[in-house]
């Protein structure tokens, strides 16, 4: 009887640190990035969260416009999200995998079959309401 308290608690608390994770992820976050020859570039994201989905916009200085995001999950502290972006005429998938560690997001940025740029590491911080 003692046993299956103990993996209910355990239970119980796994699914509470992710709720947890997801409440924090939720909300409006930046992220600055050096451009490429064209200054700095402010991103802008605003992620819902509704479970473990995730979805929002991305809102890119040098590219402005918001751009839907896809195939979002939250899963404890990893975030994943794709997007389409034309890159040089062509749409290209951008992927988005981060962890949150505290009011940041550590992201790593790819494009799906190896785009230009290769992988970019990018920090979002919590927007100050």
Request: glycine residues 14%; proline residues 2%; charged residues 20%.
């Amino acid at each position: 009887m003692r046993v299956r308290l103990m993996v209910a608690a355990v239970i119980c608390l796994a699914f509470a640190m992710s709720a947890r994770a997801a409440d924090d992820v939720q909300g409006k976050w930046i992220a600055k990035v050096a451009g490429q020859g064209q200054g700095e570039s402010a991103i802008t994201f605003v992620f819902k969260v509704v479970g473990e989905t995730l979805t929002g916009t991305l809102n890119n200085s040098q590219q402005p416009g918001d751009v839907e995001l896809k195939e979002g999950k939250v899963s404890g502290d990893q975030i994943t999200f794709s997007l389409t972006r034309n890159i040089g005429g062509t749409d290209m998938k951008v992927v988005w995998k981060g962890k949150l560690v505290g009011n940041e997001i550590k992201f790593t940025r790819t494009v799906d079959g190896g785009g230009p740029g290769g992988a970019t590491e990018i920090t979002a911080t919590r927007a100050t309401p």
